[in-house]
C-alpha cells in the first residue's frame, strides 16, 4: 500500500509557505486600515487606541503564523504602544506622527552600525527566509538602510505639511505600497546572490 503522508504533508507546507506571504501583508496593512478608518470616523485620539490594540493583535498572529518571533514587527509595536501611550496620556498627536521617523532611523542606524562594525543584522533578522552570499546581504542591507532614512523623512515631510487625515491615510496608502515597491525591486539581487544548493 502507497503511503500517501509524506506528499499530502508536502502540499500542506507549500500551500501554507504560498499563503504566508499575503497573511503578513494582511498584518501590516491590516492595523493601518483600522487606524485610517478610525480617524477618518472618530478622530486621531481613538484611532490612536485603535492602531495600538491592532498591532498588538498583528504581532500575537504574526508569532503564531512564523512559529518565531519577528523582530522588526515587535519593534515597531513597542514603538506604537510607546508612542500611543504619550498621545493618549498627554492628547498629543505629536508622538503618534513622530513614531515612524523614530522607527525608521532606529532600523537604518541599527542597519549602519552593523555594516561599520562588520555585521550584518539584516541577515540575522531574514537568514531564515532568504539563503543569500555575504556580498547580497552587503548590497541589501545597505538599500534598506537608505530606504529607511528616506521614509523618516517622508515622514517628517508628510506630517509637518499636511493635515492630520492625510498623514493617517498616506501611512496606508502611500507608505505601505512604497515599501512594498521598494522590496520587490531587491528581486534581481535576490536572485543574483541567492546561494546555490549544493547537489
Known sequence: MIDQTEPRAEVA??????????????LEAGPLLLFFIANQTAGIMPATAVFMVATVVAVVLSIRLERRWPIMPMVGCVFVLVFGGLTLWLADDLFIKLKPTVVNLLFAAILFTGIATGRNFLKLMMGTVFELTDQGWRILTWRWAVF???????????????????????????????TLAFAMAQMPVLLRHQVKPVD
Open 13 to 26: 507546507a507549500e500551500t501554507k509557505a504560498d499563503k504566508a506571504p499575503f497573511l503578513r501583508l494582511a
Open 148 to 178: 529607511f532614512v528616506v521614509l523618516a523623512v517622508i515622514n517628517e515631510i508628510v506630517w509637518r505639511s499636511f493635515s492630520t487625515e492625510f498623514w493617517a491615510g498616506f501611512k496606508l496608502f502611500g507608505i505601505l505600497p512604497l
